[in-house]
Nanobody, 114 residues
Framework: QVPLVESGGGLVQPGGSLTLSCTASGDVARSNTMNWYRHAPGNAREWVASITTDGHASYGDSVKGRFAVSRDNVGTTFTLQLTSLRPEDSAWYYC????????WGRGTLVTVSP
């Protein structure tokens, strides 16, 4: 069973919105901070956002004010809302536990294009 599964990616026009989800299996994420990263071809992997178990959210500078991260009360569904999207937001988006050497999902692709 894959511990983390992302969904919700797709093609959207600049200025549009998307909602990404990360579903965690079992208790793998219940007591942990969930991180979101993105990776665009040719670019370094970029940290996007994190949310702690008590709901404290933090964001990378490039997405602050445009993206919003949340989690459900049982720690199995995590959401990343993307608004005011720009072409440079195009990337594979991943949810992650325990940092770069931790647990990764397989990603969901976001493409922002006219």
């Amino acid at each position: 069973q894959v511990p983390l599964v992302e969904s919700g990616g797709g093609l959207v026009q600049p200025g549009g919105s998307l909602t990404l989800s990360c579903t965690a299996s079992g208790d793998v994420a219940r007591s942990n901070t969930m991180n979101w990263y993105r990776h665009a071809p040719g670019n370094a992997r970029e940290w996007v956002a994190s949310i702690t178990t008590d709901g404290h959210a933090s964001y990378g500078d490039s997405v602050k004010g445009r993206f919003a991260v949340s989690r459900d009360n049982v720690g199995t569904t995590f959401t990343l809302q993307l608004t005011s999207l720009r072409p440079e937001d195009s990337a594979w988006y991943y949810c992650n536990l325990h940092g770069p050497r931790g647990i990764w999902g397989r990603g969901t692709l976001v493409t922002v294009s006219p």
